[in-house]
């Protein structure tokens, strides 16, 4: 097979060029040979490219990712990743609206290819009504341990025109953490306008983007 390369590849070259090409291919397979294993038992002990490891263990990854919006509307209060904020207008819904952590919930289970929030606490059953949502994250954090995963990280945004949430960024990124029982650093949380566009930047609705990644052992 290499003299069969060799000739397929130098017929297209004479003299000093054949000779340099030829050094440099039998160079490239001497390296080839060192780099493969003994036998294909050697081969399973080599680490995967792309498969995570940690402790020299591969872990299973995924990802998932959510996305919630909810109608702005008076005598309604705004809670946003577990923390109230003070606001003119609210967040209508079933549940306490928390459009931040509804799309945390449907991030998670989009990752574990388990539906979405309306399928685990439809808005069709009253003993959701007015229900924390970082209670119903909790459960589903139950979910994700029983198939044998953890949260990796966590990242967020929230598009709003108003009120200003920057002050509360922290605060949402801890409850978050805590319901899906990991260090605050893993959970990052983003605020942004549309510059008055479309249905947010007229102050009619909040929306909220997550994504998360999960590891889970072998």
Known sequence: MQLQVERELLG?????RRLVLLRLLQH????????????????????VPGVLQEGGQPLRFRIGFGNDVHRLVRGRPLVLGGVGIEADLGLQGHSDADVLTHAVVDAVLGALGDGDIGRHFPDTDPSFKDARSLDL?????EVMRGRGFRLNNLDATVVAQ?????????SM???????????????????????GLGYCGRGEAMEAFAVVSLVGEE
């Open 137 to 141: 994250l909790r459960r589903v954090v």
């Open 162 to 170: 108003g009120p200003r949430l920057a002050p509360h960024i922290s």
């Open 12 to 16: 297209a070259f004479d003299g000093r």
């Open 28 to 47: 490239e397979l001497q390296q080839l040979s060192l780099r493969q294993p003994a036998s294909r038992k050697q081969c399973t002990r080599l680490p």
């Open 173 to 195: 990124e801890e409850q978050l953490a805590a319901a899906l029982d990991v260090s605050p650093d893993r959970v990052n949380v983003k605020a942004t306008t549309t510059e």
